[in-house]
């Protein structure tokens, strides 16, 4: 079974511009989460989307937004980009959204911002 | 608000010891907890995954153990080796949440 694809896997971006990232999960899970890793901040939780719907919102701003399609993709989209958004950002998938849910992760996109 | 603190931040072993990565969580509602591995530049691992009713999980060289109680985990490698050189990080799941909060890693370096 495939794992979690992500595209593109490397991204170079100005101040100002938007960029849309992503996110393929494995075949038969439905939930797609994004997190943030930074040098300064680590990991950090973004958004989980499960049947199209966003279940859960971490702390950023309004300018970070994503959405899920049908077949369980997901796209994750950050708008008038800053210095600071430059970071990997990864997805991982699960089954559902039940805590016991095992969440697995692709190799990630790394975004720099100039 | 959870936060999880791993220490050592760096650790270099010589090939062939044992080793002891920590990992301490504030609070102790926790679901799960989930040990990853990260190469440079790459994406997260899933190594162990322990269920909160669970005090220790073993996988090869592996071996988690949690200590819900006091809000610890630790991760035992066996006779490590060179291969083993990455970050690792742990991560744990609150009770009625559905994200994951990760510890600052730690960094391992295993000389051949």
């Known amino acids: 079974k495939a794992g979690v694809t992500q595209t593109p896997r490397y991204l170079i971006k100005t101040r100002g511009q938007q960029v849309t990232l992503s996110c393929s999960p494995i075949?038969?899970?439905?939930?797609v989460s994004w997190y943030q890793q930074t040098p300064g901040q680590g990991l950090q939780f973004l958004f989980e989307?499960?049947?199209?719907?966003?279940?859960n919102k971490g702390n950023f701003p309004g300018r970070f937004s994503g959405r899920q399609f049908s077949n369980s993709r997901s796209e994750m989209n950050v708008s008038t980009l800053e210095l600071g958004d430059s970071a990997l950002y990864l997805c991982?998938?699960?089954?559902?959204?039940?805590?016991?849910?095992?969440?697995?992760f692709g190799p990630g996109t790394r975004l720099t911002v100039l | 608000k959870q936060e999880v603190t791993q220490i050592p931040a760096a650790l270099s072993v010589p090939e062939g010891e044992n080793l002891v990565l920590n990992c301490s969580f504030t609070?102790?509602?926790?679901?799960?907890l989930q040990w990853f591995r990260q190469d440079p530049g790459k994406g997260l691992t899933s190594l162990l995954l322990i269920q909160s009713s669970q005090r220790e999980q073993t996988s090869g060289r592996l071996n988690a153990s949690l200590d819900k109680s006091s809000g610890r985990s630790t991760l035992y490698i066996a006779a490590s080796q060179p291969g083993d050189s990455a970050t690792y990080l742990c991560?744990?799941?609150?009770?009625?949440?559905?994200?994951?909060?990760f510890g600052t890693g730690t960094r391992l370096t295993v000389i051949p």
């Open positions: 075949s038969g899970h439905r939930s």
């Open positions: 991982a998938s699960r089954t559902g959204t039940h805590s016991y849910n095992e969440q697995f």
């Open positions: 609070d102790s509602a926790i679901y799960n």
């Open positions: 989307y499960f049947s199209e719907t966003q279940r």
């Open positions: 991560a744990v799941q609150k009770t009625g949440a559905n994200n994951l909060f």
